[in-house]
């Protein structure tokens, strides 16, 4: 047993690369609406509550959910925001509940 133990840990130094740590950012709001990080989108609306599913609903009612979503999510993260995380050194960006590799 005591063989097969340091066989596993020999194979394992050989072909386990190390990781990369990860240092990101969260990005939130830009797929996950939260009034905190979309707190203009929600203000420009002047959209009730604090959530996104009364948010949409109500964009839905007004009739503009589409051109307020396209227009969100074309200016809130940007491919320059991206740019940006990268040259500072972040590997990861968090987007809500999403995590995406740099």
Same mark, same amino acid.
């Given at each position: 047993?005591?063989?097969?133990?340091?066989?596993?840990?020999?194979?394992?130094?050989?072909?386990?690369?190390?990781?990369?740590?990860?240092?990101?950012?969260?990005?939130?709001?830009?797929?996950?609406?939260?009034? $905190?990080?979309?707190?203009?989108?929600?203000?420009?609306?002047?959209?009730?509550?604090?959530?996104?599913?009364?948010?949409?609903?109500?964009?839905?009612?007004? $009739?503009?959910?589409?051109?307020?979503?396209?227009?969100?999510?074309?200016?809130?993260?940007?491919?320059?925001?991206?740019?940006?995380?990268?040259?500072?050194?972040?590997?990861?960006?968090?987007?809500?509940?999403?995590?995406?590799?740099?």
């Amino acid at each position: 047993l005591l063989i097969a133990c340091q066989l596993v840990r020999a194979f394992d130094s050989l072909y386990v690369r190390p990781r990369p740590k990860w240092f990101g950012v969260n990005l939130g709001g830009w797929l996950l609406l939260e009034r $905190g990080p979309s707190n203009p989108l929600f203000e420009n609306t002047n959209a009730p509550g604090d959530e996104e599913w009364g948010f949409c609903e109500f964009v839905r009612r007004c $009739g503009s959910a589409e051109s307020t979503f396209s227009r969100h999510r074309s200016r809130h993260v940007t491919e320059e925001t991206i740019v940006k995380c990268k040259a500072l050194g972040l590997n990861a960006v968090g987007l809500g509940t999403l995590g995406l590799k740099l």
